[in-house]
Protein backbone atom coordinates (compact mmCIF):
# COMPACT_ATOMS: atom_id res chain seq x y z
CA UNK A 1 0.00 0.00 0.00
CA UNK A 2 1.64 3.66 -0.66
CA UNK A 3 0.54 6.40 0.43
CA UNK A 4 1.02 10.70 -1.11
CA UNK A 5 0.59 13.37 1.32
CA UNK A 6 0.56 16.85 -0.50
CA UNK A 7 0.77 19.61 1.74
CA UNK A 8 0.38 23.52 0.48
CA UNK A 9 -0.42 26.98 1.34
CA UNK A 10 -0.26 28.62 4.49
CA UNK A 11 1.91 32.00 4.97
CA UNK A 12 4.55 29.86 2.12
CA UNK A 13 1.83 29.15 -0.40
CA UNK A 14 3.00 26.98 -3.58
CA UNK A 15 6.55 27.59 -2.51
CA UNK A 16 6.85 25.63 0.73
CA UNK A 17 4.28 22.62 -0.87
CA UNK A 18 5.51 19.40 0.65
CA UNK A 19 5.51 15.68 -0.51
CA UNK A 20 5.24 12.98 1.16
CA UNK A 21 5.25 9.10 0.22
CA UNK A 22 5.63 6.10 1.82
CA UNK A 23 4.98 2.37 0.65
CA UNK A 24 4.10 0.62 4.49
CA UNK A 25 5.81 -2.97 3.10
CA UNK A 26 8.84 -0.22 3.68
CA UNK A 27 8.06 0.65 7.15
CA UNK A 28 8.38 -1.33 10.36
CA UNK A 29 5.82 -3.58 11.30
CA UNK A 30 4.09 -1.77 14.08
CA UNK A 31 4.30 1.94 12.27
CA UNK A 32 2.88 -0.10 9.03
CA UNK A 33 0.06 -1.53 11.49
CA UNK A 34 -0.83 1.76 13.14
CA UNK A 35 -1.01 3.51 9.52
CA UNK A 36 -3.05 0.72 8.48
CA UNK A 37 -5.77 1.19 11.77
CA UNK A 38 -5.76 4.68 11.21
CA UNK A 39 -6.74 4.06 7.16
CA UNK A 40 -9.05 1.75 8.61
CA UNK A 41 -10.75 4.31 11.17
CA UNK A 42 -11.20 6.74 8.72
CA UNK A 43 -12.98 4.83 6.77
CA UNK A 44 -10.64 5.96 3.87
CA UNK A 45 -11.97 4.71 0.32
CA UNK A 46 -15.27 5.80 1.67
CA UNK A 47 -14.34 9.53 2.42
CA UNK A 48 -15.70 12.03 -0.03
CA UNK A 49 -13.03 13.45 -2.12
CA UNK A 50 -13.26 16.79 -0.81
CA UNK A 51 -13.53 18.12 2.95
CA UNK A 52 -12.30 21.44 2.24
CA UNK A 53 -13.42 24.49 4.69
CA UNK A 54 -16.34 26.86 3.13
CA UNK A 55 -14.27 29.90 4.21
CA UNK A 56 -10.07 29.18 4.35
CA UNK A 57 -8.07 31.19 6.23
CA UNK A 58 -4.62 32.57 4.70
CA UNK A 59 -2.59 30.52 6.62
CA UNK A 60 -4.59 27.23 6.67
CA UNK A 61 -3.06 24.01 5.02
CA UNK A 62 -4.26 21.88 2.51
CA UNK A 63 -3.97 18.28 2.23
CA UNK A 64 -4.12 16.35 -1.05
CA UNK A 65 -3.57 12.22 0.37
CA UNK A 66 -3.42 9.70 -2.05
CA UNK A 67 -3.67 6.07 -0.82
CA UNK A 68 -3.44 3.58 -3.43
CA UNK A 69 -3.69 -0.22 -1.85
CA UNK A 70 -3.15 -2.43 -5.29
CA UNK A 71 -7.07 -2.70 -5.92
CA UNK A 72 -8.14 0.98 -5.85
CA UNK A 73 -6.83 4.40 -5.58
CA UNK A 74 -8.81 7.11 -3.58
CA UNK A 75 -7.86 10.63 -3.15
CA UNK A 76 -8.80 13.30 -0.37
CA UNK A 77 -8.14 17.12 0.05
CA UNK A 78 -9.27 18.49 2.93
CA UNK A 79 -8.61 21.04 5.23
CA UNK A 80 -7.18 19.69 9.03
CA UNK A 81 -10.34 21.39 10.75
CA UNK A 82 -12.72 19.63 8.47
CA UNK A 83 -11.26 16.02 8.48
CA UNK A 84 -12.53 13.25 11.20
CA UNK A 85 -10.20 12.70 14.28
CA UNK A 86 -8.56 9.46 12.05
CA UNK A 87 -7.37 10.96 9.50
CA UNK A 88 -6.44 14.17 11.16
CA UNK A 89 -4.02 11.84 13.34
CA UNK A 90 -2.83 9.90 10.18
CA UNK A 91 -1.87 13.02 8.97
CA UNK A 92 0.05 13.85 11.76
CA UNK A 93 1.56 10.99 11.89
CA UNK A 94 2.91 11.03 8.61
CA UNK A 95 3.69 14.62 8.73
CA UNK A 96 5.80 13.54 12.01
CA UNK A 97 7.45 10.45 10.84
CA UNK A 98 7.95 10.56 6.93
CA UNK A 99 10.53 12.90 5.49
CA UNK A 100 9.50 14.80 2.43
CA UNK A 101 10.46 13.65 -0.85
Do not use: I
Not at 77 to 94: R, S, V
Amino acid sequence: MRLTLRCKGGFTGPAGAQTRTVDLAQLPANQANEVQKLLQASDFFALHPKLLSPAPKSWDFQYDLEVDDGQQTHCVQYHLNEAPPALKALTEKLSDEVAPD
